[in-house]
């Protein structure tokens, strides 16, 4: 390659050294252009509204803390206070389901179980979490078979009532699978406990009714053997009663037949005193003393 080959290419690398300047300087001014803000004012008022709105929901959520936390606190020892945390039921967005169930927990302690009921299931209506769930559950559960007067179960009434209402709180247990509806497969201990609990009290209540039950089929049973005995009794009375008429009917007609035998042989006798002796009553007669003959007092001659 000689001395002008050299320069030339020299040169041309040169040209292009220029050329991939400028269109690296080009690039980044367009780009500087594409990212610059039109309305900065604008856009600092946006961030300054997103901030004041997180600023909003992080002193909501600090509120609600700690309004929780010294719920606990005096709940745990015992002062049940329910004015501040009923007032987390009006703007209620983060956990929906807590303060209901808190205050389910303040009427269960006051043993009001109606509305601990209430307020438990409200709880569930704001769909908990799962590891929430549960709990919430067990204690529904609970307030339902607390509403169940054991040492009164003296009507019929009454005993259904009280097991359809463990039926029902059976059924609580095993829904959403807190525990297992046949086997123990739940996904909570306490709910199986619960649930075996709840079985026990439903096999003593229903093992009186069942015996009551069997009592009631026997019962009918036996009054239906009975009508039955009657019933045949009374059919063989009837075909006695039956029987004693023909034997009544074979009777009188013997009789009538005997009575019938007697007048005529009557008849007959006193038909040949007549040819024999003549008509007592003309005073003639063939030789005869003009005697009749004593009568019994039946009548027949002797």
Known sequence: MDEKEKITNVALDAEDEEIKKKEAAEAAKKKKKRFRLKHPRRFMVWIDLVGLLLLAVGL???I????NQKFISAYESGNYETEKELSLTNINLVEPYLPYYNLGNVAYQEEDYTRAIAYYKQALDQDPPKYKECPIRINLALSLIKRIDFNDLSTEKKLNNAIQTLRTARTILTAH????PVEDDGHSPEAEQLKHDIDEMLKKLQEPQDQQ?????NDQDDQ???NKDDQNQEEENTTEDNKETDEERKTREKLEEQQRNNQQQRSNEQR???EKYGNPSNGG???GDGMQPDLDSS????
């Open 224 to 226: 239906q053997d009975q």
């Open 213 to 217: 039950d069997q009592q009631e089929n």
């Open 272 to 274: 040949e005193y007549e």
């Open 285 to 287: 007669g063939n030789g």
């Open 299 to 302: 009548g027949k001659y002797w």
């Open 64 to 67: 609600r803390y700690f309004i």
């Open 60 to 62: 909501y959520l600090g």
């Open 177 to 180: 699978e807190c525990a297992g």
